[in-house]
């Protein structure tokens, strides 16, 4: 079985600054996808980021990156020039590769920018 | 282009009762995904669904759960008697594959039980 961990419960950061959340997980499998969603106040859960494991190279979507360390199985993202808006909780969360997998999620971070 | 719809938003009702849950997954997703947050247990999977054969129900709590896809565009969660200890939030999610690689899920805006 696949497991996520997220050990930081809480982070916050200055508007306009730079944060990493990590993200730690557990597979025997060696393709794979890892994603971050964000939850704010509103309950949606919205795709932020994700990454195929056989990928080398790290994903961008324009502010947010990550840095996966597929030895480390690690998966951290980084949010750069933080906004008010993306004050939510963060969900690392990982998918099998195949066919109609279900995603395992962490427990979650509470990020907090600050004006 | 519209995404997974999830009816109804909120739901209060009395311990005891049935409760169902539905959703419309996005249009060509082939899978369907039922998911309970609770401030204990996080974000967990309940059941999934792909080509509307139920795969994997390990998730379900117990008997008093049920999760039925009758076609391509629509499913339900019932919960039949429920209890306090089924209020959570409830998020419906799809998703479909192209080619060999799997695209990510899709959630609905979730539904807010609170049983009584």
């Known amino acids: 079985a696949q497991t996520v961990t997220q050990s930081q419960p809480e982070m916050s950061v200055q508007e306009a600054e730079t944060v990493t959340l990590s993200c730690t997980y557990d597979?025997?499998?060696?393709?794979?996808?890892l994603f971050w969603y964000k939850q704010p106040p509103s309950r949606q859960m919205i795709l932020v980021i994700r990454?195929?494991?056989?990928?080398?190279q790290n994903a961008t979507e324009n502010r947010f990156s990550v840095n996966f360390q597929k030895a480390a199985k690690s998966f951290s993202l980084k949010i750069s020039d933080s906004q008010l808006g993306d004050t939510a909780m963060y969900f690392c969360a990982f998918m099998r590769e195949t066919s109609g997998s279900r995603l395992t999620f962490g427990e979650g971070t509470q990020l907090t920018v600050n004006p | 282009d519209a995404g997974v719809i999830q009816s109804p938003r909120h739901e209060v009702t009395e311990m005891g009762q049935e409760v169902t849950l539905r959703c419309k997954p996005i249009?060509?997703?082939?899978?369907l995904f039922w998911y309970r947050q609770t401030m204990m247990r996080g974000l967990e999977l309940l059941i999934y669904f792909n080509n509307n054969v139920p795969i994997d129900d390990s998730g379900m709590p117990e008997d008093r759960f049920s999760a039925k896809m009758p076609n391509a565009s629509f499913s339900t969660l019932k919960i039949q008697p429920s209890e306090p200890r089924d209020s959570a939030v409830y998020f419906c999610?799809?998703?479909?594959?192209?080619?060999?690689?799997?695209?990510?899920?899709?959630f609905g805006d979730g539904t807010r039980l609170s049983i009584l």
């Open positions: 990454q195929e494991a056989y990928k080398q």
């Open positions: 999610a799809s998703s479909s594959r192209r080619g060999y690689s799997n695209q990510p899920q899709h």
């Open positions: 597979t025997s499998e060696n393709n794979y996808y």
């Open positions: 249009s060509g997703h082939n899978s």
